[in-house]
């Protein structure tokens, strides 16, 4: 009998404890999708999670950039000038103008030999909140590109999620969040890949500050140009300034 009631007792020590388990990870969430910080320095925070389904960590990078979110935003959406500071971009062209907040881009991925380059086909969707002035761009591969944007020369790589964020601070700053799982497909071991996973986040923030400061500096050296005269003030203006003769 005594044995009977210890084995309940276990039995039932069991279970609370399967219910704590479960309680304690619904409350504080699974390990595998919490993110864990790999870098904190310049006023820049890079997490990552661990491996998804495809084998390729998640990404996650924070940033303090000393600029408006509309100055930040108008570096980002002009994709000739990704070359001169995102991470790895030779080339983004806009492929479609789907209506005025979203789009469809191709860009190129220059690889280091022997490895051959990637390039991405995406879907950009923007959102503004006109109350506090957020942006929020959200990125994902085009499932079924059309033909006409596919090349032989390069590996089509996959972009399962990317979502930008700029929110505004006080003294025209912003704080820039950007979470991010690709998979670059082909033969990259996967070691690889996460390696240069986890810089990009940073890679990304640190090329776009250095881009927008190097505007700040060029409308600091660039002379203001004069506006214009109305019309007939320069005739007057020229004339008054001539001796009289008189």
């Not at 020590?13 to 969430?29: D, E, I, K, Q």
């Not at 000038?81 to 103008?97: D, G, Y």
């Not at 690889?192 to 060029?218: A, H, S, T």
Request: aromatic share 8%.
């Amino acid at each position: 009998m005594k044995g009977r009631i210890r084995a309940v007792k276990i039995v039932w020590s069991c279970l609370f404890s399967l219910c704590v388990g479960a309680y304690a990870a619904r409350v504080l969430g699974d390990t595998k999708d919490t993110w864990k910080k790999i870098y904190d320095r310049n006023d820049i925070v890079v997490f990552m999670k661990d491996p998804s389904a495809n084998g390729t960590i998640s990404v996650r990078g924070e940033g303090l950039l000393g600029f408006s979110p509309a100055e930040v935003f108008s570096v980002i959406e002009n994709t000739k000038r990704a070359p001169e500071w995102m991470p790895l971009v030779k080339e983004r062209r806009t492929l479609e103008q789907l209506d005025a907040t979203s789009r469809i881009d191709w860009t190129h991925i220059g690889l280091p030999w022997p490895l051959r380059d990637r390039y991405f086909i995406d879907r950009a969707q923007l959102t503004k909140n006109e109350q506090d002035g957020t942006y929020t761009i959200s990125i994902k591969s085009v499932p079924e590109p059309k033909k006409s944007w596919l090349v032989d020369d390069k590996v089509l790589g996959f972009l399962h999620y990317s979502e930008l964020t700029l929110t505004p601070l006080e003294g025209k700053k912003t704080y820039l969040t950007i979470e991010v799982n690709t998979d670059p497909r082909g033969e990259i071991p996967l070691w690889m890949v996460n390696l240069q996973q986890r810089q990009w986040p940073r890679k990304f923030i640190e090329g776009l500050r250095d881009e927008l400061l190097e505007d700040r500096k060029k409308k600091i050296q660039s002379p203001q140009q004069p506006s214009a005269p109305e019309p007939g003030q320069s005739e007057r203006s020229s004339s008054a300034d001539q001796p009289s003769t008189k």
